[in-house]
Nanobody, 126 residues
């Protein structure tokens, strides 16, 4: 059984940085990888970063590319999301999740996710 607990969210100003953490219990780090998602009010949940462990492949959508960085500390069973140059449109609840299966490690649309955390709120003021 996998449990995920996110932290690190908060209220910041545009241009600031935040680092989110996701502590994983169970065997999350022995699965195929993990990712970060976000959901803003009235909008669908969207991926913002993903990492496939074996291939060391990382994915970012254009909306965050160059500003967000996903990383992990295996010894601490922790996944991170470093967010720089934050914008008001980054305001959302951020979730981490485990990649259970994938057809192609280099095709993030083929990832199947499970085991979601409870989320952490990020609010960016202008």
């Amino acid at each position: 059984q996998v449990q995920l607990v996110e932290s690190g969210g908060g209220l910041v100003q545009a241009g600031d940085s935040l680092r989110l953490s996701c502590v994983a219990s169970g065997n999350a780090f022995s699965r195929r990888g993990m990712g970060w998602f976000r959901q803003a009010p009235g909008k669908d949940r969207e991926p913002v970063a993903a990492m496939a462990w074996t291939e060391n492949y990382t994915y970012y959508p254009d909306s965050v590319k160059g500003r967000f960085t996903i990383s992990r500390d295996v010894a601490k069973n922790t996944l991170y999301l470093q967010m720089n140059s934050l914008k008001p449109e980054d305001t959302a609840v951020y979730y981490c999740a485990v990649i259970l299966t994938m057809v192609d490690a280099y095709d993030p649309s083929s990832y199947e996710y499970g085991y979601w955390g409870q989320g952490t709120q990020v609010t960016v003021s202008s």
